[in-house]
Nanobody, 123 residues
Framework: VQLQAYGGGLVQAGGSLRLSCVAS????????MGWFRQAPGKEREFVAA????????RYADSVKGRFTISKDNAKNTVYLQMNSLKPEDTAVYYC?????????????????WGQGTLVTVSS
Protein backbone atom coordinates (compact mmCIF):
# COMPACT_ATOMS: atom_id res chain seq x y z
CA VAL A 1 0.00 0.00 0.00
CA GLN A 2 1.31 3.44 -0.91
CA LEU A 3 0.07 6.61 0.72
CA GLN A 4 0.32 10.02 -0.91
CA ALA A 5 -0.39 13.06 1.25
CA TYR A 6 -0.90 16.52 -0.18
CA GLY A 7 -2.61 19.81 0.53
CA GLY A 8 -0.04 21.45 2.75
CA GLY A 9 1.10 25.00 2.32
CA LEU A 10 1.54 28.40 3.91
CA VAL A 11 -1.43 29.93 5.71
CA GLN A 12 -1.92 32.77 8.15
CA ALA A 13 -2.96 32.13 11.71
CA GLY A 14 -6.70 31.66 11.90
CA GLY A 15 -6.87 30.23 8.41
CA SER A 16 -7.79 26.80 7.14
CA LEU A 17 -6.28 23.99 5.11
CA ARG A 18 -7.50 20.58 4.06
CA LEU A 19 -5.03 17.75 3.79
CA SER A 20 -5.75 14.69 1.70
CA CYS A 21 -4.13 11.27 1.72
CA VAL A 22 -4.77 8.86 -1.12
CA ALA A 23 -4.04 5.15 -0.80
CA SER A 24 -3.00 3.08 -3.79
CA UNK A 25 -1.76 -0.43 -4.43
CA UNK A 26 -3.34 -3.25 -2.47
CA UNK A 27 -5.86 -0.96 -0.89
CA UNK A 28 -8.70 -1.94 1.31
CA UNK A 29 -11.47 -0.03 2.98
CA UNK A 30 -10.65 -2.00 6.13
CA UNK A 31 -7.81 0.29 7.12
CA UNK A 32 -7.88 2.54 10.10
CA MET A 33 -6.18 5.80 9.20
CA GLY A 34 -4.31 8.38 11.16
CA TRP A 35 -2.60 11.74 10.86
CA PHE A 36 0.58 12.56 12.70
CA ARG A 37 2.85 15.57 12.63
CA GLN A 38 6.43 16.44 13.38
CA ALA A 39 7.57 19.97 14.06
CA PRO A 40 11.23 20.99 13.67
CA GLY A 41 13.27 19.69 16.55
CA LYS A 42 10.36 17.79 18.06
CA GLU A 43 9.20 14.21 18.08
CA ARG A 44 6.37 12.97 15.92
CA GLU A 45 3.00 13.35 17.61
CA PHE A 46 -0.47 12.03 17.09
CA VAL A 47 -3.03 14.38 15.56
CA ALA A 48 -6.16 12.40 14.63
CA ALA A 49 -7.32 8.90 13.77
CA UNK A 50 -10.40 7.37 12.22
CA UNK A 51 -11.71 3.83 12.24
CA UNK A 52 -11.94 1.74 9.09
CA UNK A 53 -15.68 2.36 8.85
CA UNK A 54 -15.28 6.07 9.43
CA UNK A 55 -17.70 5.90 12.31
CA UNK A 56 -15.24 6.60 15.12
CA UNK A 57 -12.55 9.23 15.40
CA ARG A 58 -10.07 10.42 17.98
CA TYR A 59 -8.13 13.64 18.32
CA ALA A 60 -5.20 15.03 20.18
CA ASP A 61 -6.28 17.56 22.80
CA SER A 62 -4.30 20.25 21.02
CA VAL A 63 -6.45 20.03 17.88
CA LYS A 64 -9.80 18.98 19.28
CA GLY A 65 -12.56 21.29 18.07
CA ARG A 66 -10.38 22.72 15.30
CA PHE A 67 -9.47 19.69 13.16
CA THR A 68 -11.77 17.12 11.61
CA ILE A 69 -10.73 13.78 10.16
CA SER A 70 -12.92 12.04 7.61
CA LYS A 71 -12.65 9.09 5.25
CA ASP A 72 -14.04 8.28 1.82
CA ASN A 73 -13.59 4.56 1.28
CA ALA A 74 -14.84 4.73 -2.31
CA LYS A 75 -11.95 7.06 -3.12
CA ASN A 76 -9.43 5.40 -0.80
CA THR A 77 -8.87 8.84 0.69
CA VAL A 78 -8.66 10.28 4.18
CA TYR A 79 -8.94 13.99 4.85
CA LEU A 80 -7.87 16.32 7.62
CA GLN A 81 -9.77 19.59 7.70
CA MET A 82 -7.79 22.07 9.75
CA ASN A 83 -9.49 25.27 10.90
CA SER A 84 -8.40 28.09 13.20
CA LEU A 85 -4.79 27.23 12.54
CA LYS A 86 -2.13 28.41 14.96
CA PRO A 87 1.61 28.91 14.48
CA GLU A 88 2.19 25.92 16.75
CA ASP A 89 0.43 23.74 14.15
CA THR A 90 3.41 24.24 11.85
CA ALA A 91 4.84 20.81 11.07
CA VAL A 92 5.22 18.12 8.47
CA TYR A 93 1.99 16.15 8.49
CA TYR A 94 2.03 12.42 7.78
CA CYS A 95 -0.82 10.07 7.05
CA UNK A 96 -0.67 6.45 8.09
CA UNK A 97 -2.75 3.31 7.68
CA UNK A 98 -3.13 0.20 9.77
CA UNK A 99 -4.83 -3.07 8.85
CA UNK A 100 -5.84 -4.20 12.30
CA UNK A 101 -9.19 -2.42 12.02
CA UNK A 102 -8.38 -0.41 15.08
CA UNK A 103 -8.15 3.25 15.93
CA UNK A 104 -4.76 4.01 17.34
CA UNK A 105 -2.96 7.04 18.68
CA UNK A 106 0.42 5.29 18.80
CA UNK A 107 2.33 5.52 15.54
CA UNK A 108 3.91 2.14 16.19
CA UNK A 109 0.55 0.52 15.50
CA UNK A 110 0.52 1.71 11.91
CA UNK A 111 1.75 -0.38 9.02
CA UNK A 112 2.04 2.14 6.19
CA TRP A 113 3.17 5.76 6.05
CA GLY A 114 2.97 8.55 3.51
CA GLN A 115 5.81 10.89 2.69
CA GLY A 116 4.49 13.93 4.53
CA THR A 117 3.24 17.37 3.53
CA LEU A 118 4.46 20.60 5.09
CA VAL A 119 2.05 22.96 6.81
CA THR A 120 3.37 26.38 7.78
CA VAL A 121 1.22 28.76 9.81
CA SER A 122 2.44 32.33 10.01
CA SER A 123 1.59 34.64 12.86
Amino acid sequence: VQLQAYGGGLVQAGGSLRLSCVASGRTSSYYGMGWFRQAPGKEREFVAAISWSGGTSRYADSVKGRFTISKDNAKNTVYLQMNSLKPEDTAVYYCAAENARGIFTDGRQYDYWGQGTLVTVSS
